[in-house]
């Protein structure tokens, strides 16, 4: 987490056992974050928002002020490959099941020009 309002050097590996023993940081944190601070008539959309943990322990006991010994202004980041990204070369499988998965989200429920079951039988 990286924020003004945390103390500097605040480094988090994990929920420490709250809200279950066993709870783990995982994409529903977000929904279980939102049902416990915006007061949301159900306290959980489904047991792995219940079973998620939460920033709360460190978002409760902010900074009074933001800090601001934030730098300004970020260095440039360090290139990760020497030369520019193929924009040619087709999705992979994966990124396909990507593209599947939003579409949903949008309300298409199948994308078949991105579907590799449609692709490999329409052919």
Request: proline residues 11%; hydrophobic residues 30%; glycine residues 6%.
């Amino acid at each position: 987490m990286v924020s003004p309002w945390i103390e500097k050097g605040t480094v988090v590996h994990g929920p420490n056992g709250s809200p279950t023993p066993t709870s783990e940081y995982e994409h529903s944190l977000n929904t279980s974050y939102g049902e416990e601070n915006f007061n949301l008539p159900s306290p959980y959309l489904t047991k792995r928002d219940a079973w998620a943990g939460t920033f709360d322990a460190h978002i409760a006991k902010p900074e009074p002020e933001p800090r601001t010994n934030c730098p300004m202004q970020l260095p440039i980041p360090v290139k990760i490959r020497k030369s520019e990204a193929n924009e040619q070369v087709g999705l992979s499988e994966f990124q396909q099941e990507l593209v599947q998965l939003a579409s949903v989200i949008n309300g298409d429920h199948l994308l078949k020009n991105f579907h590799p079951y449609h692709q490999a039988n329409e052919r």
